[in-house]
C-alpha cells in the first residue's frame, strides 16, 4: 500500500473522531457551542469528502465541499450576527 493512501484513511479516521466530539459538544444548552458544533462538523465533513473524493476518484466532490465551507461559514456568520442583537452602546 501506498503511504499516502495510508495517510488519507487515518485523516479520515480522525475527521470522523472529531465530528463526534464536535457533536457531543454541540449538545450543551448554550447557542453558542451548539453553533461551533456544527460549524466543525460541516468543516469536517467536508474535508472528509475531499480526502474521500480523492481516493476513489469521484465526480463534482470539489465543488460540493467548497459550497459546504462557504456556506457553512456565511450561515454561521449570519446566525451569530442575527443572535447577537444590536450593538447600541
Do not use: H, P, Q
Not at 470522523?16 to 451548539?34: D, E, F, N, Q, V
Not at 462557504?70 to 451569530?80: C, E, L, P, Q, S
Amino acid at each position: 500500500m501506498d503511504i499516502l493512501l495510508i495517510a488519507e484513511y487515518i485523516l479520515v479516521i480522525a475527521l470522523i473522531i472529531m465530528m463526534l466530539a464536535a457533536l457531543r459538544a454541540s449538545a450543551y444548552k448554550s447557542t453558542s457551542m451548539g453553533l461551533l458544533g456544527s460549524s466543525i462538523i460541516v468543516n469536517a465533513f467536508a474535508v472528509a469528502l475531499l480526502v474521500g473524493g480523492s481516493i476513489y476518484n469521484l465526480g463534482f466532490f470539489r465543488d460540493i465541499s467548497l459550497a459546504l465551507i462557504f456556506f457553512g461559514f456565511v450561515g454561521t456568520i449570519a446566525f451569530a450576527v442575527v443572535l447577537g442583537g444590536d450593538d447600541d452602546d
